[in-house]
């Protein structure tokens, strides 16, 4: 079964220093996501990403975060300068289908996702 | 209000009981519902969607909607240890080339044999 993998499991990084999360969606899929969930709390979106350009993002979302398709396999979710909130699983997600598909578009798959841990 | 609401748990039944999971939720631009699974330092996989009201049964699980009400409901059958897990309830919205998941809190659930 296609799955979505995410690169590393676990992070560990010093506040202040850059940190790149990376993902490898499905392969035929057209949506693009990152959501993360802070220990012992809820899953909580970040962004999507459709045709090359973020459609959506949340308030967490901001100046310190950016997202990156360098090419046809990998997502790339960067956070410039870590903050100790900033600790946290990050997840990443993808979504099939045609935009006029709707069918399909409900069928995320999830990464395992990767831990950060900012120290 | 939040816009999802569901009770954290733990819920701690016996091997073979019948299982019941529940969210409500406020914004009526909720197009699907979902429930996903998630073990311990995982990712969310995803359990049943449906899209409108009524109930849709996959084996051991079945999922119901109830929109005037705002509430969803997922019932575990004959619940295994291996069900131990935490569950969680997503509502999509969903626009042309725009999606997001709203997740509740999601409720721990503990099997016993």
């Known amino acids: 079964e296609p799955e979505v993998t995410q690169t590393p499991s676990h992070q560990v990084t010093q506040m202040g220093q850059e940190v790149i999360l990376r993902c490898v969606p499905i392969?035929?899929?057209?949506?693009f996501y990152w959501y993360r969930q802070i220990l012992g709390q809820k899953v909580e979106f970040l962004v999507s990403?459709?045709?090359?350009?973020?459609?959506?993002k949340s308030e967490i979302f901001d100046d310190q975060f950016s997202v990156e398709r360098p090419d046809g396999s990998n997502f790339t979710l960067k956070i410039r300068s870590t903050k100790l909130e900033d600790s946290a699983m990050y997840f990443c997600?993808?979504?099939?289908?045609?935009?006029?598909?709707?069918?399909?578009?409900?069928?995320?798959?999830f990464g395992s996702g990767t831990r950060l841990t900012v120290v | 209000q939040k816009e999802v609401e569901q009770d954290p748990g733990p819920l701690s039944v016996p091997e073979g009981a019948i299982v019941s999971l529940n969210c409500t939720y406020s914004n009526s631009a909720f197009q699907y519902f979902m429930w996903y699974r998630q073990y311990s330092r995982k990712g969310p996989e995803l359990l049943m969607y449906?899209?409108?009201?009524g109930n849709k049964e996959d084996g051991r699980f079945t999922a119901q909607v109830d929109k005037s009400s705002k509430y969803i409901s997922l019932f575990i059958r004959d619940s295994q240890p291996s069900d131990s897990a935490t569950y969680l309830c997503?509502?999509?919205?969903?626009?042309?080339?725009?999606?997001?998941?709203?997740f509740g809190t999601g409720t721990r659930l503990l099997v016993s044999p």
């Open positions: 449906t899209y409108s009201s």
């Open positions: 392969s035929n899929h057209l949506y």
């Open positions: 990403f459709y045709n090359n350009e973020i459609s959506e």
């Open positions: 997600a993808s979504s099939g289908g045609d935009v006029g598909y709707r069918e399909a578009n409900y069928g995320y798959t």
């Open positions: 997503a509502m999509l919205v969903w626009n042309t080339g725009f999606q997001k998941l709203v």
